[in-house]
């Protein structure tokens, strides 16, 4: 259940972008205002939500671009998804490479979701489908051990230079897989000017929340191997003898330090 322990510990990174909580309305949320500003591109709404501590929702038409796409609220445009926008914006050398994107673009049911609803998780109130977190490296290292320290999952970043969204958005939840990317690199992002380059987004399903949240809570955010108090570096030593102790009664040998 999302609540206060989980707000607590994505505060305490103190990421200066806050982490935002999405929630999939297949019919519009009651109670829950729209959006009423400026027509944005799909991926400048996380950015509004960061900035703005209120909680909205958009629609299709509220997208100026086609992170819509992804989401299932539109099909995929012909004349987009032949290719021929990422030749001429010299993202992909033909068209028939640019279509390798729409070829396997993940995609959420078409039509279930209407309504995409935000809002910062200090001030969530709902179960989030997805959060997402804008941060940087030392917040990210934080993160991304969190992500596995429980489960063992391997970490992967699944993208493409276009139609960035569909990798933030709708592959975690379709796959259950945490995902994550660099600001800087991605067309959309940087043509907006979303971000300074070189942060990390990284996109938690709902099917990763709880177990990432209790990770921030037990783990030692400061790995003892990077703590620098005498006590650590005395209980890791203790810790590594123990490794030749193993090795001997296993016949082998380790050779970590």
């Not at 010299?90 to 068209?95: A, V």
């Not at 959060?131 to 969190?146: G, K």
């Not at 259950?176 to 938690?204: Q, S």
């Amino acid at each position: 259940m999302f609540g206060e322990k989980a707000k607590e510990q994505f505060n305490k990174l103190g990421m200066e972008y806050p982490a935002v909580a999405l929630k999939f309305h297949a019919v519009k949320p009651q109670d829950i205002p729209p959006y009423k500003g400026e027509k944005l591109a799909f991926c400048q709404y996380l950015k509004y939500a960061q900035e703005n501590a209120v909680t909205f929702y958009i629609t299709k038409e509220d997208d100026a671009c086609y992170g819509k796409m992804p989401l299932g609220m539109i099909e995929k445009p012909p004349v987009t998804a032949s290719g021929q926008a990422g030749a001429d914006f010299e993202i992909y050398r033909t068209p028939v490479a640019c279509q390798q994107l729409y070829q396997k673009l993940p995609v959420l049911v078409p039509g279930t979701v209407n309504y995409v609803q935000y809002a910062q998780v200090g001030i969530c109130d709902f179960e989030p489908d997805l959060i997402i977190c804008v941060a940087d490296f030392p917040q990210s290292d934080i993160l991304m051990r969190a992500t596995s320290y429980i489960s063992g999952d391997l970490w992967e970043s699944k993208s493409s230079p276009v139609i960035s969204c569909a990798w933030m958005y709708a592959y975690p939840v379709i796959s259950g897989k945490v995902n994550h990317i660099t600001t800087g690199f991605y067309h959309g992002l940087k043509r907006r000017k979303a971000y300074p380059a070189g942060l990390r987004m990284i996109a938690i399903p709902f099917q990763k929340i709880d177990e990432v949240v209790t990770a921030l809570e037990e783990m030692p955010w400061t790995p003892i191997a990077f703590r620098e108090d005498e006590e650590s570096k005395s209980e890791l030593k203790r810790r590594m003898d123990n490794w030749q102790a193993m090795a001997k009664e296993m016949g082998c040998k380790v050779h970590l330090h």
